[in-house]
């Protein structure tokens, strides 16, 4: 499963960068904030789902570009749509969430892109217990204010993984020898981050 992942909640963090001064910590809004993923199936269509996002956070120093971020998402309430389907993928089979109930990334280094609002976040992505280095190309959507007057950002992010790099190594095949689930998986996450101080 490759994994496309917008990845706008995932702009959020203390990571391994110190923050500057003058460095605002932002916290995610899991009521504004959504992963979603899809994954071929059969060859022929595709498969969308949600995992939702729990919590994060993002450093920032004066500019859109965070300087660090870090993300958890709730795996065990993947959702399909389809109870069975979920039933299979919470399973042992799949991402075994009994014993490895979250999806987490940790930002390692932030690179700002060809214009102001644009870079990649290269960090750590722990699924099914295995930690891999995956960078994500990012986007900054900019900052508002609610009305109650609290800050708000929002961001977008997209990588490619293999499902199999992070041990979800399920390749049941039809007669016609097609993969029931593809190895590549797109995930987007779209996420707002609430007030900096």
Not at 23 to 31: S, V
Not at 100 to 128: C, N
Not at 169 to 177: L, V
């Amino acid at each position: 499963m490759r994994s496309i992942m917008t990845f706008s909640f995932f702009l959020f963090g203390l990571a391994t960068l110190g923050p500057a001064s003058g460095a605002e910590t932002w916290r995610i809004d899991p009521g504004h904030s959504s992963a979603t993923f899809s994954v071929r199936h059969l060859v022929v269509s595709t498969v969308r789902g949600a995992v939702p996002v729990r919590e994060g956070s993002l450093t920032t120093d004066g500019s859109a570009v965070p300087v660090a971020v870090s993300a958890v998402l709730d795996a065990t309430k993947i959702d399909t749509k389809n109870d069975n389907r979920d039933g299979d993928l919470r399973g042992s089979d799949w991402f075994d969430t009994a014993k490895y109930p979250t999806i987490t990334f940790k930002s390692t280094k932030v690179t700002p892109g060809a214009d102001a609002s644009s870079f990649t976040v290269t960090g750590d992505l722990t699924i099914h217990g295995i930690t891999k280095s995956v960078t994500l190309a990012a986007k900054s959507f900019g900052t508002t204010s609610d009305a109650r007057g609290h800050k708000r950002a929002g961001y977008e992010a997209t990588a490619t993984i293999d499902r199999r790099d992070f041990g979800l190594n399920w390749a049941a095949k039809n007669p016609a020898g097609d993969l029931v689930a593809g190895n590549s998986v797109d995930l987007t996450l779209d996420v707002e981050a609430v007030g900096g101080n």
